[in-house]
C-alpha cells in the first residue's frame, strides 16, 4: 500500500523508504526465528506512514524499528502460546512417557554433580585445558593459542585431567 497524496508520497520516499533495506536486515539478524520478515518490515512501514497522517512523528527511523521490533516479539509470543486439543483426541494420546524416571533421572544428577566434583578438584590449567577440549570442543592448537601455552603441554594437561577424573570417579563408584 503505496501513498497516494503527493505529501504523503514524498514524506514516505524521504522518511520511510530509505530505511526499508536496513529494516529487513535488522529483523533477519535479530530475530532469526520470524517466519517472514520481510511481511513483517512491510507491516511496520505501513503502521508508521498512517500514523504519520494523523500525528506528527519526530523520529520516524525510531518509530519505525520499534514498532518492527514489538511487531516481531508479538509474532513470538503469538507462537508461544498453548494450543487446547478437543477431549476427543487428547484420549487418543498415550499416558505413557518415554523419558527417564524419576529414579533415572536422579541418579543420572548425582553423577554430574560427582562428575563436577572430579573436574573441580583438578588444578586450574589442567582444569581450563580439559574443560576447554572435552565440554567446549576446542582443537590442542586452538586451546595452546588461547592459553599461550604449547601444544604438547595441551596434550599432557588433558591426558593428566582424564586420569585423575578416572580416579576420582571410581573412589565414588562411577565407572
Known amino acids: 500500500m503505496i501513498p497516494t497524496d503527493p505529501d504523503s508520497a514524498r514524506w514516505y520516499a524521504e522518511e520511510l ?3 526499508a533495506a536496513d529494516l529487513r536486515t535488522w529483523l533477519k539478524n535479530r530475530f532469526p526465528a520470524l517466519n517472514d520478515p520481510d ?3 512491510e507491516d511496520a512501514l505501513i503502521r508508521v506512514w498512517q500514523a504519520h497522517g494523523t500525528t ?3 523520529s520516524p527511523r525510531a518509530l519505525l524499528f520499534t514498532l518492527a521490533r514489538n511487531l516481531a516479539l508479538d509474532e513470538l509470543r503469538r507462537r508461544q502460546i498453548v494450543s487446547f486439543e478437543s477431549v476427543a483426541e487428547m484420549s487418543a494420546l498415550p499416558v505413557y512417557a518415554d523419558g527417564p524416571t524419576a529414579a533415572e533421572a536422579a541418579a543420572t544428577n548425582q553423577e554430574l554433580e560427582i562428575l563436577t566434583k572430579a573436574i573441580q578438584s583438578l588444578p586450574e590449567r589442567c582444569r581450563q585445558v580439559l574443560t576447554l577440549r572435552k565440554i567446549y570442543g576446542l582443537s590442542q592448537k586452538e586451546i595452546a593459542a ?3 601455552i ?3 603441554t595441551v596434550e599432557a594437561q588433558v591426558g593428566m585431567g582424564m586420569r585423575r577424573c578416572a580416579v576420582f570417579l571410581a573412589k565414588h563408584g562411577l565407572p
Request: net charge negative.
Open 17 to 19: 523508504q530509505p530505511h
Open 39 to 41: 511481511n513483517l518490515a
Open 56 to 58: 506528527t512523528i519526530e
Open 146 to 148: 588461547q592459553l599461550g
Open 150 to 152: 604449547a601444544e604438547h
